[in-house]
Each structure stands twice: as C-alpha cells, then as structure tokens.
C-alpha cells in the first residue's frame, strides 16, 4: 500500500473509520473513530476492574493491590492500553485473560514495577499477543520444573501438569470457593463446612515414592488434613496439641508427626518419600525424617470432610518420584517463593 502524500487536516466523523497496515502479513486493521475518542478519556478505578480495548485507565492502589483485567481481542480489532497508578505502596496486576503476552501464556498475572508506576500496551497480533512499550511489568510467576503428575493452581480444578487428574467434588456441587487470596492469586477457599472436599482418580499406582508440595493458607485454629490417599484417621494438624497424625502416602498414620503445625498464615508444606524414608517440610525447614515405607495409596482426596478446613489451598504440585536433591528440590522451592512472595521460608 501506497500513501502518495497526506491529506490536509480535517475534522473526521464518529463513524469514519481509521486503516492501519501490518506489512508482515499484508492485512488491514479499522477501528472506528469513536472508538478511540470515546476511550480518550482517563477513568479512575479504586478496586479490580476490566479495561476496554482501547482504554486509558489512571489506578488509585493507595489502599491495596489491585487487578486489571486486560479484554481478548479478536482478529482485526485494535488494542492500546495506558494504565498509570497513583501509588507505589501497593502493586497494580494485569490478568491478561489467557491472551498471550510478548508471545508467551502468563502463569501469573504480571505487576507494575513500583518504580515505574506506569505501562502502556499494544496488542500485535495472535502469535505475540500484548506488548509493553515502556518494558515496566515483572512477570513474577516463573515456571515450575517439568514432571509433575498433578499440577493444582489459580483456583482451578483442571489439572495444569497436562495428565488429566481433575479435581471433583465428592458432595456433589459443593466445591471450595475461587477467591483472591494470598499475593494477589486467585485460590481455593474451604469455610470449615466439612462439605467441600476435593477427589482426583488415583495417579500414583505403580510408583516407589513422591513428591508433595503445597502452598496454603490456615485462617482457624482447627484440626485439618489437607491430603489424604488411604482410609485412615489422618491428621495434617490436631487441634488439641498443634501436632499431626499424618497418613499421606502412608499405610498407616504417624502419630505425632510432624509436631507443630501451623493455625494461622501462609505455609509452604512439602513431602519427600520413598521405600525407607519419610520427610515432611514446613516452609522448607525439616519436620525430621522417619524411617517408614511409601504407599501410593487408594484415593487422592484434598480438603477431607471429617477434618474440616477453614483456609486456602493456592498451589499443590506432586511428582511420581523422591524428589530430595539439593538441585531439584531448591529450584522447586525457589520457584514458589518466587511465585509466592509472602512465603516465609528457610
């Protein structure tokens, strides 16, 4: 396309239409003029909200994080999005609503650097998705290290890891509730109802240890158990001593182990087992070790009824392996604190 020279200025219509021209793939792209100068106009927000396509948003985060949820466009609309924040006490996320950005699928919701306060994006085109301009997000959710057999994040039910190992309920049509939790993230929350637990088909049969990391967040002083995957009077904490009975990946329950666990705040458990050893972290500090065999077990239930929860579940990872090594675990770990700031960890 050609433009022999431009045209004098001119007031254009609500209803003309302005052409732009990507060379890479010889189409055009229109947008109506109303379009953009209805959307120049700056709207404040004080809470989460969708931006329009094309849209110039002026973010008040003074009192608290807040999420910006970026619109999908489809094939041949344009969008152009400004976004400034009035603070840099609290971060302004951007979910971007499966859409890619700078050609890749976010497993997290991208920030505004604080020392920035400000972005502006451009929607390229199918394969790059959204750009910035100004390079002033941190995509802080990093990946984790490939393997796993069931990959639980975001709020979701639906297996990450690709297996297929989906979360049910076991009442039906009771299930924890997606709400925004720890960072930012969005979790799944247990009321202590003893009426939401979670069930997944067995997805260990024929394995000689595992792995079990899990990111959670205790809000009462209750007894809970988080995982159980054989029919046993399991605790991961009792309320009466602060300690657990814990049977996950067991045959039969410890009891006493491992000794105080938490009824308050955000935790990071892990879970290290095999033929001769079992190892249970909090926040990565070891509970000890105990001489005891894996078991597989028969069932794979989160969130158990008759131990009531009253808290958050915002990740659960298990790989089909022992998973110990100073390599693998610490970039395990490392990923979740990245992952999940508010962590405290050892």
Known sequence: ??????????????????????????????????????ANQARLINSNATASKIDTLIVDNRSGNITVTVPVIQPGEVGIINITCISNAYRVYLNFSGEKFKGFTTVSNPYIQSAYKSTELIYLDSSNGWIEIDNNLVTYLAPYRTGMRLWLEGGSLLDKSGNGN???????????????????RQVLRWAG????????SPFLSGTTGATLY??????????????????LDDYWRLASNGNGYIG?????????????MPSSGHHLVSIHTNSTTYEVLLDNLSKSSVSVAYSPG??????????????????????????????????IVNTIKNNYPSLTLV
Not at 27 to 36: C, N
Not at 214 to 231: G, S
Not at 248 to 260: G, K, V
């Open 1 to 38: 396309m050609k433009i022999p020279d431009f045209p004098v200025l001119e007031t254009l219509a609500s209803n003309d239409l302005l052409f732009g021209w990507n060379a890479a793939t010889g189409t055009t792209r229109s947008i109506p003029v109303s379009t953009v100068t209805s």
């Open 193 to 200: 109802s003893g009426t939401q637990e979670l069930q997944i």
């Open 298 to 331: 028969d069932r794979f239930r989160i969130g158990t009824n008759d131990k009531a929860f009253n808290g958050d579940i915002a990740a659960l990872l298990v790989y089909p392996y022992y998973s110990k090594t100073s390599t693998e675990h610490l970039d």
């Open 166 to 184: 989906n979360a049910t309920a076991v009442t039906s049509g009771s299930t924890p509730a997606v709400v925004v939790g720890i960072d930012n």
């Open 248 to 260: 996950t990946f067991l045959s039969a329950r410890r009891t006493d182990y491992p000794a105080s």
């Open 214 to 231: 899990c990111v959670f967040t205790v809000n009462a002083n209750t007894n809970y158990n988080l995982i159980r995957t054989a029919n």
